[in-house]
């Protein structure tokens, strides 16, 4: 059964404070692995995917890496608006998501 | 190119009414998925379904609840006579293939 598990569960940040986000999964053959970011009361919004070990893909102030048992989601200088619940996912090949928990991010300004 | 859209955002029932929650997918994504997000707890997958097709509905319960795809208009989760513990926030996904998957704002279900 896939399995994906994030930690922290919550960060608190100063703004300017860069820090990662962790995922560890456990799936028998990855077709791919998805970050998304979710505000309260509203869907989770795509961020990135990652297909295999060693890619990385960046967007602003994020930037996400894969090895075969993890990935971590970077935050560099972050701002009061990074503040959210980041969500990982993986797909097994089934086309079914399996998130994890999420890390409810704060960045204090 | 509009996102998806559920509606309605918010739906309130009593217990052993019916529930209809209504997803319309992106332009040109033939795929939709429906997950659940229970109160303190992760997002479940439910079910898949592509052109009116239901391909996995593995995380589906069994009883009250079904999907469908019609040729027009909007998909529809619907639950029968819902329970206290069915109140969660559903969301609808769509994607072009077998790509990410893009989530709408989602229906928060209160049953009291």
């Known amino acids: 059964e896939d399995q994906v598990t994030q930690s922290p569960e919550a960060l608190r940040l100063q703004e300017g404070e860069s820090s990662s986000l962790n995922c560890s999964y456990t799936v028998s053959g990855l077709r791919g692995l998805f970050w998304y970011r979710q505000d309260p009361g509203k869907g989770p919004e795509f961020l990135f995917t990652?297909?295999?070990a060693g890619e990385e893909k960046e967007k602003e102030r994020l930037k996400a890496t894969l090895t075969k048992k993890e990935s971590f989601l970077h935050i560099t200088a972050p701002k009061p608006e990074d503040s959210a619940t980041y969500l990982c996912?993986?797909?097994?090949?089934?086309?079914?998501?399996?998130f994890g928990q999420g890390t409810r991010l704060t960045i204090n300004p | 190119n509009a996102g998806v859209m559920q509606n309605p955002r918010h739906l309130v029932r009593r217990r052993g009414q019916e529930a209809r929650l209504r997803c319309s997918p992106m332009k040109g994504h033939s795929h939709v998925y429906w997950y659940r997000q229970l109160p303190e707890e992760g997002l479940k997958f439910m079910v898949y379904?592509?052109?009116?097709?239901?391909?996995?509905e593995s995380g589906m319960p069994k009883e009250r609840f079904s999907a469908e795809f019609p040729k027009e208009g909007p998909n529809i989760l619907r639950i029968q006579q819902v329970v206290r513990g069915d109140s969660a926030a559903y969301f609808c996904?769509?994607?072009?293939?077998?790509?990410?998957?893009?989530f709408g704002p989602g229906t928060r279900l209160t049953v009291t």
């Open positions: 379904l592509q052109k009116e097709n239901i391909i996995d």
């Open positions: 996904a769509s994607s072009p293939g077998l790509l990410e998957q893009y």
């Open positions: 990652l297909y295999s």
């Open positions: 996912a993986v797909d097994g090949g089934a086309q079914k998501l399996v």
